[in-house]
């Protein structure tokens, strides 16, 4: 499960089980052990990447060592984390 919340024009997304690692956001199709469904976990990885990347919301991982908040960018055919 993940929970996206939305304040006055923000958005943020707490992953959840969706993402395991920061390095799932440069990789998607890099499944976990834990993945029961791994064609499934990749499309989820894909959709919630789209999402935040198109409305600029934070991205929580919930399974992330510090910094466990990043924002996501487009990267031609996939994603990274984009830089201040």
Known sequence: ?????????????????????????????????????PEAAVQSRVRLLEMASADASLVIGSHFSAPSAVKVCRDGAGFRVEQD
Not at 10 to 36: N, R
């Open 1 to 37: 499960m993940s929970v996206k919340l939305q304040s006055e024009g923000q958005s943020a997304v707490i992953t959840g089980d969706c993402i395991h690692h920061p390095i799932q956001i440069a990789f998607p199709h890099l499944g976990t052990t834990v993945d029961v469904a």
